[in-house]
């Protein structure tokens, strides 16, 4: 597979610090969990659907200043980091089912439920369906914003 002259070590490598970020918080979140903290703030401190927006951003301006491609290396990054995200919250959620252990990913007020099958096919599906489509218009828009306002510097020029 190669987008636009990058294959996917590419693009992993591109992406690994924004990888890595998005497994941190996860993992802040399930030790915050486990430590009892309130659900408030775990939710709100420790999010990883917020973090991958986040990252989603900074992929695009990888993308663009790093001169790393173009809307199909956007999207394809996209892809990689909702497939992230969601692998991580169906880990969880596998967590919870087999050890009886109830973490936020499968607390009903936060969409778990009784089925976590149910759960896990909802984000497989609709979480990186939608999530992808989503996050690649809006990357998509602001790398066309970006080219259109900054320019990325050639190769060669120095800022």
């Not at 890595?20 to 802040?28: N, T």
């Not at 695009?60 to 909702?82: C, D, E, P, S």
């Not at 778990?112 to 939608?130: A, D, E, Q, V």
Request: proline content about 3%; charged content about 10%.
């Amino acid at each position: 597979m190669n987008i636009s002259g990058h294959g996917l070590k590419d693009h992993l490598r591109l992406l690994a610090p924004l990888i890595v970020l998005i497994a941190a918080v996860w993992v802040l979140r399930m030790v915050l969990d486990f430590a009892g903290a309130p659900h408030i703030v775990i939710h709100l401190g420790a999010s990883v659907t917020l973090i991958t927006a986040i990252s989603l951003l900074a992929a695009v301006l990888l993308v663009h200043f790093k001169r790393f491609g173009g809307y199909a290396n956007v999207v394809f990054a996209v892809f990689l980091l909702i497939l992230w995200e969601n692998f991580l919250i169906v880990l969880a959620i596998t967590f919870s089912a087999f050890t009886g252990f109830q973490t936020i990913y499968t607390a009903p007020q936060y969409g778990g439920s009784s089925y976590p099958g149910r759960h896990i096919l909802g984000h497989l599906t609709f979480g990186l369906g939608f999530g992808t489509l989503f996050g690649a218009a809006m990357d998509c828009l602001l790398l066309w914003v970006l080219r259109l306002l900054v320019p990325a510097a050639k190769a060669g020029e120095s800022s």
